[in-house]
């Protein structure tokens, strides 16, 4: 997107460009005026123009108007930011992160090798930084590109659609964050002693799923239930897994696990669909707020959240973890409460409180799987 450029109703088709193709941003000539109109085509479009019409709204929400620490964490209630790296830490969202942090800390604990030294400490801080600020930041940052027309009617104070951040350097960030992940995943391997650079591997099909999640001809996001899934199984499944790999080994049971937690991820992704009904509908786009409507949506959201976690801890319970299985439901508790406190209440204005709320009880829960796997080991 050219810098001088608002995307604003743009068509569909326009979302399908490569962001991997650097390029000059494109010049327009105006088509030449006939004078070919009868005399009353003339002066109704004389009338036309002396018509006083409204101004057209603010694409973004003045200085004032919006929280400078929501700016720098990338979510709604932003003020209007043009310091450019205060701009492209709003496109990599970091409170994105930490649910990736924690899934690396999660897969360290399952590993039973980790250990409290400075090497192994280092470690899991490169792969935090690989999993959060990198690949998350990617999957952020190549996620608005593509979404941009959908943002020009949901969030038109964005970054790319409010033009303040330019198409060449959006492209530039998308592949710095993609080469420097893939790189750390790479260095991770070698420091581990790998030699089968699994940590690599993951990091790859990781970045894969976010581009095709994103973008066409597959563009995953288009059907609520796949997308969210690829969703759930990027932020939950993939940082553990990388986490365990780096100190341990992966067995089938915890591959099992961390994809059946990948569908409370489902549910948690269905949690952000809602603000953006209006503008999936549009154009064409299957979410689960928009195929169900809102009532079915927000129940699907929920089970999806709680079930899972009630299965993990009859799993917990099944494999003589009974304490582990018990606080597990513990956590779940709260997160209830705060579902029908918030959520089912109004999904749309209390997302982020819910989220605020219910979450943390939610990840707390990973760790408690995490550190019954280990015991098992």
Known sequence: MASSTLYGASSIAAASRNPFRFRSP????????????????????END???????????????????????????????????????RLQLTKPVTWPP??????CGAAASGNFHWNVEDVAKSIVCMIMSGPFLAGYTQTINDWYDRDIDAINEPYRPIPSGAISEN???????????????????LDVWAGH???????????????????????????????????ALGASYISLPWLAGQALFGT???DIIILTLLYSIAGLGVGIVNDFKSI????????????????????????????DITQISVASYLLGTGKPFHALALLGLLIPQVFFQIQYFLKDPVKYDVRY???AQPFLVLGLLVTALATNHCS
């Open 26 to 45: 494109a010049v327009r000539s105006p088509s030449p005026r006939r004078l070919t109109r009868r005399t009353s085509m003339i002066t109704a479009i």
């Open 49 to 87: 123009a002396t018509e006083v019409r409204p101004a057209a709204p603010e694409k973004a929400p003045a200085s004032n108007g919006g929280s400078s620490f929501n700016q720098l964490l990338g979510i709604k209630g932003a003020a209007r930011e043009t310091d450019i790296w205060k701009v």
């Open 100 to 105: 990736l942090v924690w899934g690396v800390v």
């Open 169 to 187: 350097e959006v492209i530039t960030q998308i592949w710095l964050l993609l080469l420097g992940g893939l790189g750390l995943g790479a260095l």
């Open 195 to 229: 030699k089968f650079p699994t940590v690599f591997y993951l990091a790859l099909g990781g970045s894969f799923v976010s581009y095709i999640y994103s973008a066409p001809p597959l563009k995953l996001k288009q059907n609520g239930w796949i997308g969210n899934f």
């Open 250 to 252: 992966l067995t089938p």
């Open 278 to 305: 209006e503008g999936d509908k549009a154009l064409g786009l299957q979410s689960i707020p928009v195929a169900f409507g809102m009532d079915t949506a927000k129940w699907i959201c929920v089970g999806a959240i």
């Open 355 to 357: 989220q605020a709320s």
